[in-house]
């Protein structure tokens, strides 16, 4: 018999399969997984931690207060959020928003893969030190907040993770001027070309 075609990957073919997930312990507290959400043409991905409360329910990443400010950060950069995805290094909510355990980032990593390499974007934007550590392995975020670092020729941008900045003006204002420096960053790389919104396309 000749050999069975292998099935290309795709990013509906991902959510599905975190949809149905249960290859952690968070499958027994979650509601609904939350793959990620945006274009496959993304040139720009944001990963953030895990899904909180309302994403939960929703089923989609950054809907609740984090996600408000995520909005309004891209709003003010003049990045449109419909062009962007946007993701967690772990899909499924930790009961009470705990910091996901190694063996969950563990489980859940090769989905998160599966997507970069789907999309490939010119850069990953790490939010916060659970997607620092998780990602890059990396330590202090708030030291390393702003930088672009390239790892196996895949360029990163570091920040803070939006929910640090609700009740937090400064934080709020550094979130702020990180974001617009990751926008200008993007442009950068599309080489000789003059920015414009179509850059995020
Ligand atoms: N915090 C995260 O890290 N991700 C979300 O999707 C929402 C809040
Ligand atoms: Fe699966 Fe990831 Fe959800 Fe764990 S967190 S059940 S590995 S999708």
């Known amino acids: 018999m000749p050999a069975a075609k292998p099935v290309e990957d795709s990013l509906e073919k991902i959510s599905a399969e975190v949809t149905g997930c249960p290859l952690c312990k968070l499958v027994r507290t979650r509601k609904n997984a939350v793959p990620g959400e945006g274009q496959l043409s993304a040139k720009i991905m944001f990963v953030g931690e895990a899904p909180g409360k309302c994403e939960d329910e929703k089923g989609r990443p950054f809907v609740g207060a984090a996600g408000r400010i995520l909005d309004e950060m891209l709003a003010k950069a003049g990045i449109p959020r419909s062009q962007v995805f946007i993701t967690n290094v772990v899909k499924c909510r ?43 392995g ?9 930088k672009v670092i ?51 396309m």
């Open 138 to 146: 990396g330590g202090s975020i708030t030291a390393n907040r702003g």
């Open 94 to 136: 930790p009961p009470n928003n705990r910091v996901p355990e190694s063996d969950e980032v563990a489980a859940c990593m090769p989905y998160l893969n599966r997507q970069i390499a789907l999309i490939r974007p010119r850069i990953i934007c790490i939010l916060g030190r659970t997607a620092y550590s998780s990602i890059l």
């Open 150 to 200: 390239e790892r196996g020729g895949q360029k990163y941008f570091l920040t803070i993770h939006p929910a640090a900045a609700i009740y937090n003006r400064n934080m709020l204002a550094i979130l702020e001027a990180d974001i617009k420096l990751l926008a200008r960053e993007v442009q950068k790389v599309k080489e000789g070309q003059d920015s414009s919104l179509e850059d995020y």
